[in-house]
DNA sequence: AGATGTAGTACGACAGTCGTAGTACGACAA
DNA sequence: TTGTCGTACTACGACTGTCGTACTACATCT
């Protein structure tokens, strides 16, 4: 079975955690189970990606924390949830459209479709 | 214009190199204007990127180099040319296979579809 | 003679990912 | 009650690919 190593699929990292905030603030053991789900265990992110992520996207302001009990009884333990900010879903936005410029260029490489190449 | 960064397609350039060398044996310089051309411009490998991508697939064994005349004549100054091994092409067909997946993977985060979630 | 284009090489910095390790709490079984 | 598993992280140093900068050298054009 083939898989994604983390090689082709880092530039997409951010990208996927944002897409799930974007949905609902989570925290990053939830997201890391969500990222496996959705791919259908093809890609499982590192925990120490994972956090490391959390980390810069905060520091850049595309995301920001809050610590939050896991039921509304406060019970359990405390878990760090994120969620994007203003600048993050804009950043999300740009992101998809680079995705899809991406792909575009990618399959022109990868296809066997003959490219006509323009000079220079 | 939205335009390419090397952060999201660096999991693609060794494909990309290959996908050219594929064709017909090429060298640097050649390449790197067909990456551009190929691309519409959008996006342009840096030279330093491009040259240690050759070190490191020669070193992997995944392209071999030999140094030729840029004519039949002897003219001009000689250049090193690289073409893919047999290993380098399995290598560039597993490299195609897995981007299949990533495209399909990362379009079901990106993509407004609802995902289904299983468990776990 | 000087500028531009071709075809590279060298080198150190940087950022994101990874491996390893450790902490700490809760739930459940023996 | 003790131990194991699952949850939810943090710390830290290593590694790799990319980048910025700088430099070399030949050929061609003006």
Redesign the pocket.
Known sequence: MVEI???V???Y??TMILSILMKEPS????IS?QIKSISDGKYV?????L??????MEKNGYIESF?AD?DPEG???????YRPTEQGKAYYSEKCAEWELTKEVVERFIDNKENVYGN?
Do not use: H, L, M, Q
């Open positions: 190593s983390s090689d699929i880092r530039g990292n951010d925290y990053g053991y939830e189970k992110i590192k925990e120490t990606t956090y490391s992520a959390f980390t810069r610590v896991p019970n359990g333990k405390k878990r760090t949830y220079n």
